[in-house]
C-alpha cells in the first residue's frame, strides 16, 4: 500500500491510498481527480500529463521512448519532471510520492 500526495489543477490536495498494479492515473482517477485519460492508459493521449516533484524522479523507471514521445508530441507545458501518469505503476517504493496534474491541453 502506501500514500500518493497529489494537487489537482485547481490546488486541491488529495491523499490517496497506493494500490499494487494500479497505474499512478488509475490511483488518481479513481481518487477523484479530474484526469481525462482519454487513451485508457494506452500512452497516445498525455492527458494524463503529470508533474512529479523533483526528489522522486530518481526512484522512477525511467521514461520509455514511447512515453518521451508522446509528451513531446501531445502535451503541453512540458518540464523536467513531466510524466505520463498511465506509464508509471504503483510499488510500495513510491510511498509517499507527490505530484502535481499538469494544466489541461
Ligand atoms: S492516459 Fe493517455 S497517455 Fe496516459
Redesign the pocket.
Given at each position: 500500500m502506501g500514500t500518493l500526495y497529489a494537487v489537482d489543477r485547481d490546488g486541491k490536495k488529495y491523499q490517496l491510498a497506493g494500490r499494487d498494479r494500479a497505474?499512478l492515473?488509475e490511483i488518481l482517477k479513481q481518487g477523484g481527480l479530474a484526469?481525462?485519460?482519454?487513451?485508457?492508459?494506452?500512452?497516445?493521449?498525455?492527458?494524463?500529463?503529470v508533474y512529479v516533484d523533483p526528489e522522486w524522479l530518481d526512484l522512477l523507471l525511467p521514461p520509455t521512448e514511447a512515453?518521451t514521445g508522446?509528451l513531446r508530441e501531445?502535451a503541453e507545458g512540458i518540464q523536467a519532471n513531466s510524466r505520463?501518469?498511465?506509464?508509471i505503476q504503483w510499488h510500495d517504493g513510491l510511498d509517499g510520492i507527490r505530484l502535481r496534474v499538469a494544466p489541461e491541453n
Open positions: 497505474s492515473m484526469l481525462e485519460a482519454l487513451c485508457g492508459g494506452s500512452c497516445m493521449c498525455a492527458t494524463c500529463h512515453e508522446t501531445e505520463l501518469g498511465c506509464q
